[in-house]
């Protein structure tokens, strides 16, 4: 049952508050002064203070009152506070609510508006400190992956991409291949290279491979090697990747581009660790850990004939499914922001833009983009137009800069008095409604209220 704090010094206030709020099954507790209030709010928890401005028969100022908000608020800043106040100390309520006070109700009070006051006021801090524990149970898994395995550094805080990395690290020891899945420029190669670091080979060498970067009949000679006069241009003998990750792991990026012949000799490397290199009838001998990535889907691939099935289930035997960076918005701001280095920082409308956009090139493509608006940004603070994002993005870039600035308690104080309706809220903050879901996303609001 949640605790509301009446401080006052009429008795019969706290005495009606407390039947009213019982019968809506909230508990009351009360004090006649802000030093007795004080001690209650050290002593048990409080969800909710219901505070008067005056507490000396001849004062009038309502000074005692902001004098006890600002023990408060700085004692408790989360603390959600509703001022009780005559007309006459309306002007000194108003300021503290500018300050960070919930709300404010006159004497007499309408019951009915100071019960959904409250209640809004609760369920707000009940939602709030959900989300709370939320972060810190996040912040110590995020500890915990990074104080026991070695992730090269990655940069991440939405909860998907955790899960990849988490399983990343589960694999990481067992010699066993690994396909990694999703789009281009996701971040497949990081994976892999997170997977090299805690494997039992990660002494050894990392050699990456990327089938998509060659031709058809080179790949096999990437692959295995070949002897002089293999093929045309062959004016030297080469090792191919197999030896050169002979001891380590080999990364075969965008492995659906394989020809069929190539696929067949890579069956064979993985079900006897041998090989011959191309012009050779001699056969090597080697010991490399496979991890593969492709964008493409392999099933529909073996339908088509294009891709041998028990290559497939030889690479499969843990696959990690790495999403979209759209499919993973909360990496987009530290993403960002890690690509700025520190040189330059984002304004919250620039901030807005990247959130919303829909990031086709994925992580690669907000590379790019922070390179560049870093290097041609002419203020430290980057603006939206300073991302140069496609046409797509100018009606974002627009209202980003059109719409008012709030702060994250402002937005909560608009969403309480509109009793959680977001219409009615984004019209007092004179915002749309998707602005102030944006807004809300950036500072943890939760949509449900």
Known sequence: MPTVLVIDDNRSVALALGVLLSLHEIDCVSALTPEQGLSLLAQRPI?????DMNFSSDTTS???????????????????????????HLDAAVGLVKAGAADYLAKPWDDQRLLATVQNLLELGQANRLLTRQRVRQRQQKHALESSYDLRQLVWRDLRTEHVIHMACQVARADISV??????GAGKERIAEIIQANSAVKEGPFVVLNCGALPAELIEAELFGAEVGAYTGANKAREGKFEAA??????LDEIGNLPLAGQMKLLRVLETGRFQRLGSNKERQVKVRIVSATNADLPEMIKAGLFREDLYYRLNVIQLELPALSERPDDILPLARHFLAGVKSLSSEAEAVLCQYGWPGNVRELKNVMQRASLLARDEIIQPLDLGLPSSASKLVGQAQN???????????????AGGVIAQAASELGLSRQALYRRMDRFGIPRQR
Not at 47 to 51: E, G, H, R, S
Not at 63 to 71: D, I, K, R
Not at 179 to 184: E, F, Y
């Open 47 to 51: 969800d909710l203070v219901i505070q």
């Open 62 to 88: 309502g000074a005692e009152g902001v004098a006890l908000f600002q023990q408060i608020r700085d004692a408790y800043p989360d603390l959600p506070v509703i001022l009780l106040t005559a007309w006459t």
């Open 179 to 184: 396909l990694i899945t999703g789009p281009n």
């Open 246 to 251: 002979d001891g380590g792991t080999l990364f």
């Open 403 to 417: 719409e008012p600035e709030h702060t994250q308690q402002a937005i909560e104080q608009a969403l309480h008095r």
